[in-house]
């Protein structure tokens, strides 16, 4: 209902720059101060979105990754205790099993650059599972929470 409002028009027929305008601005009336809900969430339709996304998931290797500051690449100026809280979020359980998923939180940041894309552990970590093999625990930057 806040999104129709927000575009003053057909939803099906506005352009994408006015939708996600519109978007943000729905976001921006929604939003609680320290609340890690996103403002749109996914509607089970068993078509598009499956019911249950963790059954729905095909089966096949998986790697579930994350950096120990996710979050401020969203909130940057997040509580440390906010930020903590949000690394719960970042790894089902249940899907982690289903998949039997390699899944670590990667806990090193190079001075000056937040993103670990071009640093070694996470390539490393990535060549690994690619190439079908379970990454190293060894580089003190990876913290195994499953192995």
Known sequence: MLLRQELGGDLRT??????????????????????????FQLVADDDLVAED??????AGPALISWTK?????????????VVEAANGF????RLA??????????????PGNPGLEAETGLRDVWAAFLH????????????????
């Open 14 to 39: 506005v352009t994408i720059g006015r939708l996600l305008e519109a978007q943000l601005r729905v976001a921006a009336k929604t939003a609680e101060p320290g609340s890690l809900e996103p403002p």
């Open 53 to 58: 996304l963790v059954e729905a998931a095909p």
């Open 69 to 81: 500051d996710e979050l401020r690449a969203l909130v940057p100026d997040a509580p440390q205790d």
């Open 90 to 93: 970042s790894v089902s359980d």
């Open 97 to 110: 099993a289903k998949l039997d998923a390699f899944v670590y939180r990667f806990d090193w940041e190079a």
């Open 132 to 147: 079908g093999k379970r990454p190293s625990a060894t580089w003190a930057a990876i913290r195994p929470m499953r192995p």
